[in-house]
């Protein structure tokens, strides 16, 4: 069965500093997918990494994919606190024509001046 | 733009009541998904459906079920609520396409007493 881990589970980082989050996941999958959730929100979709060596920025986000490691990364840069929210990774598992996306248990972040 | 909306966004139901819970998708798509929400378990796949009248049972579907009559409409239904049901409920849908990316509704916070 497809697991996906996150790590780090919770980070309070300062303004203007720089941080990775990580997503592994058990299985094949070259599809995954990042979504950020505000506080008492729902889930938006911010990035959709499609095969190996994938990168996407927007902002002060950058995602990237490595299908033969498993991974993916979610690289903050120079964070701001508007960035504060919980973030998920999740991936495909192409188990059949529809496809059933498992969710990680997201990264909750606090961005602090 | 992309718009799921879900019936309510606020729920208080008693023991034992029927609680039905309305998602519309303006977008087309062929795949729908009730998820639930709880604070350290992550998102958890109730059933999702891939066509009108299909349905298939995810992670967690006892207790619940699922009806979609038309392809734009997906509800959830409570046969009869308990207090474990208490969650935040989250539907989603998604084209069928390279991508596979699921859209998600605001969330239906239920209370059950």
């Not at chain 1, 309070?12 to 997503?23: A, F, L, P, R, V």
């Not at chain 1, 729902?42 to 995602?63: D, I, W, Y």
């Not at chain 2, 303006?26 to 709880?38: I, K, L, V």
Request: proline content about 3%; overall charge positive; hydrophobic content about 35%.
């Amino acid at each position: 069965e497809l697991k996906v881990e996150q790590n780090p589970l919770f980070l309070s980082m300062q303004e203007g500093k720089n941080y990775t989050i990580y997503c592994n996941y058990s299985t094949t999958s070259d599809r995954l997918y990042w979504y950020r959730q505000d506080p008492g929100k729902s889930l938006e979709s911010l990035f959709v990494l499609l095969s190996n060596g994938a990168v996407k920025q927007e902002g002060r986000l950058m995602a990237s994919l490595d299908t033969k490691a498993r991974l993916s990364t979610l690289h903050i840069t120079a964070a701001v606190h508007d960035l504060s929210a919980t973030y998920f990774c999740a991936v495909d598992t192409r188990k059949t024509s529809y496809d059933k996306v498992i969710f990680g248990p997201g990264t909750s972040l606090s961005v602090i001046p | 733009d992309v718009k799921v909306t879900q019936s309510s966004r606020y729920l208080v139901k008693r023991t034992g009541e029927k609680v039905f819970l309305e998602c519309v998708q303006d977008m087309d798509h062929e795949n729908m998904f009730w998820y639930r929400q709880d604070p350290g378990l992550g998102l958890r796949l109730i059933y999702f459906s891939y066509d009108v009248k299909m349905k298939e049972k995810g992670d967690i579907p006892e207790g619940y079920s699922v009806s979609r009559e038309k392809k734009e409409r997906f509800s959830l239904i409570l046969e009869s609520a308990s207090t474990n049901q208490t969650s935040m409920y989250l539907c989603a849908s998604s084209r069928r396409s390279v991508y596979n990316e699921q859209f998600f509704g605001p969330g239906t916070r239920l209370t059950v007493l």
